[in-house]
């Protein structure tokens, strides 16, 4: 069974940087895409950056050039560093897997971003 941990998550100050991390574990098929949602409070969840199998990316224009997608095939490990954050980046952050023959998700990580 594929499961996904999310870790990294906590309160920072506005202009500061998070990396969170979302590791891998099972077995799972295929091509994937991982994809980063968010959801703050009140409002619907969002992706806001994904990866694919082969690396490439794409992002949400809100959080392009300030938060970076990546993975370590070494580590069946997924990360999302975010950089210069803003207080309308407050939210809880899922890590999702999409294999062919799957949607699996992690339990979220909170991020707040408050001086």
């Known amino acids: 069974q594929v499961q996904l941990v999310e870790s990294g998550g906590g309160l920072v100050q506005p202009g500061g940087s998070l990396t969170l991390s979302c590791v891998v574990s099972g077995k799972f098929s295929g091509p994937y895409t991982m994809v980063w949602h968010r959801q703050a409070p009140g409002k619907l969840r969002d992706w806001i950056a994904l990866?694919?199998?082969?690396?490439?990316?794409n992002y949400l224009v809100s959080v392009r050039g300030r938060f970076t997608i990546a993975k370590d095939n070494s580590k069946n490990t997924f990360y999302l560093q975010m950089n210069n954050l803003k207080p309308e980046d407050t939210a809880v952050y899922y890590c999702?897997?999409?294999?062919?023959?799957?949607?699996?998700w992690g339990q979220g990580t909170q991020v707040t971003v408050s001086s």
């Open positions: 990866i694919h199998h082969g690396g490439g990316t």
């Open positions: 999702n897997l999409r294999p062919v023959n799957g949607d699996y």
